[in-house]
């Protein structure tokens, strides 16, 4: 097949399979990355390889930005004390238990190809947790802390990752020059992404073109991570930063059609390379067995697959607890500062470990040779013991979560309702406010001022909720209302329809009064 009937075949399956999880209530990476491993494993058909550089550069930086774009600033450093002990402080220690236990179960894999294994299995993946938490809606607090995890995870284990191969390529390690390094690196890459990040604002807020724009910010990503990764610094961190100063600026700087036009295109775009991740995962495993090696048998295979596997999600549950815990028992700042949460929400996020797409191209972008041009040890190996964690992970966590979620009843806390409520009170107030000072500046046009009064005040009717407990009652008045205003928009556009079918007015007419219908739905629907 031409590599372009390939790539149309993979959207084909990514839309199938999406429409197919919804409708049986499997998280979607986890049927992408089935129906890819299926896939693979029919005789006949072309094999598809994932080369690291497509991941690295092609789909890892549009996702990292988008979710670093809709990030609060605000939320993560509230919980920067978990984020770092998940993002760094959980990274680090999943590296030196994996390489342990790895060097323990076969002595002929070098320590710095046993790090660098640590390394490629210990970033839990973006999309998979947070996909399953907002579909199942886990209180906030623990969509920060996962979300916020997954934006600075990867980083840290792409710095870890890259100082491991170096010493087992160069067979040299030094713990001091690491530290140097991983510091360098990290905050090399924060810097980068402010450059970065700033640029993309200044640029944004002069133009007044939404194409236009919505294009600019498609490239911003990669003006992230191109010079980062070209100095020798963190292009994931890069990204980030970037992602989160563009976002906290783009309700200052980008005009309402850019903001409706780019919000469709990223959601695209995201759910796209989304598919296409997952679907590529599965369709390895043909590639990854070729490459094993004949020497080993499959009980050894499989033994060390199963023990690599409860390790890494062991050595999570058992850094959850105390790094929850301990810091305010300890600590009284902490204490007083930070709620405790419960058990069972703990629980949650320690099972929130499925790996993905980051460490199976790390995997894969491993180097063939070392000094002196003698292959890599234990390689294909690495390979396969990546892809064994990412399915032991992602398909046996990910599909167990949702029911774990459940069983231990967990939901939604209602907060982000509550914040939304908050923000239309404070905009009505401030609309009224402005009323009244147009009655006075524009006396001629009293009726149309009291015709939007009249609307604002009737919308205050709409916002009773419980300021103390967050807790926000279902609308049934304005639920109703919203079906109505849909009925009557329905009738427009069936009007304006058949006024085209019948050839009295142009499709060129017909779209123009359908884009302003449609923007009154979506507001009925807000």
């Known amino acids: ?19 197919t999880a919804r409708r049986i209530g499997v998280p979607y990476p986890i049927l992408m990355t089935l129906g890819g491993l299926g896939l693979g494993l029919v005789p006949g058909l072309p094999r598809v390889e994932l080369a690291p550089d497509i991941v690295f550069l092609l789909f890892l930086p549009p996702l990292l930005f988008a979710a670093a774009f809709f990030t609060s600033p605000r939320e993560l450093a509230a919980n920067a004390r978990p984020i770092g002990l998940l993002a760094i402080g959980l990274v680090l220690a999943t590296t030196v238990i994996v390489a342990v236990a790895v060097h323990t179960l076969a002595p002929g894999v070098p320590w710095a190809v046993a790090f660098a294994l640590g390394a490629i299995v210990s970033p839990p993946d973006a999309v998979a ?5 907002q579909r199942l809606g886990l209180p906030r607090r623990m969509v920060i802390i996962l979300e916020g995890e997954s934006l600075v995870n990867d980083a840290t284990a792409l710095v870890a990752y890259r100082l491991a191969v170096i010493a ?12 140097v390094s991983f510091v360098v690196v990290s905050v090399g890459g924060v810097a980068i992404g402010l450059l970065a990040g700033w640029a993309i604002v200044f640029v944004l807020s002069r133009l007044n073109d939404p194409p236009v724009e919505v294009l600019f910010s498609l490239l911003g990503p990669f003006g992230a991570w191109l010079p980062a990764e070209a100095i020798g610094v963190s292009g994931v961190l890069s ?20 903001r409706i036009l780019g919000s469709g295109v990223w959601q695209m775009v995201v759910f796209t390379l989304n598919g296409l991740v997952f679907i590529l995962i599965g369709l390895q495993l043909p590639n990854i067995l070729d490459t094993l090696s004949a020497s080993r048998t499959f009980g050894e295979l499989a033994s060390w697959a199963v ?27 902490v204490r007083a500062r930070e709620q405790r949460p419960p058990v069972r929400n703990v629980l949650i996020v320690g099972w929130a470990g499925m790996r993905g797409v980051v460490s199976l191209a790390a995997a894969l972008a491993l180097p063939l040779t070392v000094a002196g041009g003698a292959p890599f040890p234990q390689r294909d190996l690495v390979i396969f013991l990546t892809f064994s964690v990412i399915l032991a992970t992602l398909v046996g966590q990910g599909l167990t979560l949702p029911w774990l979620i459940r069983r231990l009843g967990i939901g939604d806390d209602g907060s982000a309702d509550h914040e939304e409520l908050h923000a239309r009170e404070a905009s009505v107030t401030a609309a009224l406010a402005r009323l009244d000072e147009l009655a006075v500046e524009m006396p001629g046009h009293q009726e149309l001022l009291d015709h939007l009064r009249e609307r604002h005040e009737h919308a205050t009717e709409h916002f009773e909720h419980d300021h103390e407990s967050g807790e926000v009652p279902l ?52």
């Open 1 to 19: 097949m031409h590599p372009v009937e390939v790539v149309l075949a993979l959207l084909l399956l990514v839309a199938l399979l999406t429409v």
């Open 239 to 258: 990204v980030v930063t970037a992602g989160i100063v563009v976002g906290r600026k783009a309700p200052r700087i980008l005009g309402s059609d850019a």
């Open 475 to 526: 609308d049934q008045e304005a639920i109703e209302h919203a079906a109505i205003r849909r009925a009557v928009i329905d009738a427009q556009r069936l009007a304006v329809i058949d006024l085209r079918d019948r050839g009295v007015i142009s499709d060129e007419a017909l779209r123009r009064v359908e884009r302003g219908l449609d923007l009154e739905e979506l507001r009925a629907e807000g």
């Open 307 to 333: 023990i690599v596997s409860v390790t890494v999600i062991l050595v999570r549950l058992v850094w959850v607890f105390p790094g929850t815990y301990l810091p305010g028992w300890l600590i009284p700042a």
């Open 168 to 179: 087992a390529v160069s067979g040299t390690f030094s713990l001091g020059n690491a530290a």
């Open 129 to 133: 947790a947070t996909a399953i938490a």
